[in-house]
């Protein structure tokens, strides 16, 4: 597995992950109408491509094949972090969250994990400031906004 650089080109194929991860990994913590109004395979590819450029925006590959991508903006906010459900637990977030992590100078990073990435934050040092509530589509889905102290 190797990191690098998002490409406007990657975003077609980080936004069918996105969809995918979000319908298999979290769908034991979700509901399916949870689960659609997060991610409802209807993703504004234009909006998508341009947050991703407004971030430091990495993709994972894995024999030619993108298997996680992950982005953080200056302040250090870790925006989105998501493994190919067909790579989970071979060290691929952890790769992507270390570069990330390591590439901004900032006092801490912060979070707004959901109830299926909270045990891999913690695992992290992350700490839950609280937990939240937030209105996608019409629909309340709990995620919890959690911070770690960035390393001297």
Known sequence: MFLRPYRPEDCPVLARLFYETVHTVNARDYSPQQLDAWADGKLDLQAFNASLLAHFALVAEEAGEIVGFGDMDKTGYLDRLYVHHLHQGRGVASALCDALEAHFAVPRYE?????????????????????????????????FVMVKPALP
Not at 127 to 132: A, D, G, K, T, W
């Open 111 to 143: 979070t707004h994990a959901s109830i299926t990435a909270r045990p891999f934050f913690s695992q992290r040092g992350y700490q839950v400031i609280r937990e939240q509530q937030v209105l996608r589509k019409g629909v309340l889905l709990t995620n």
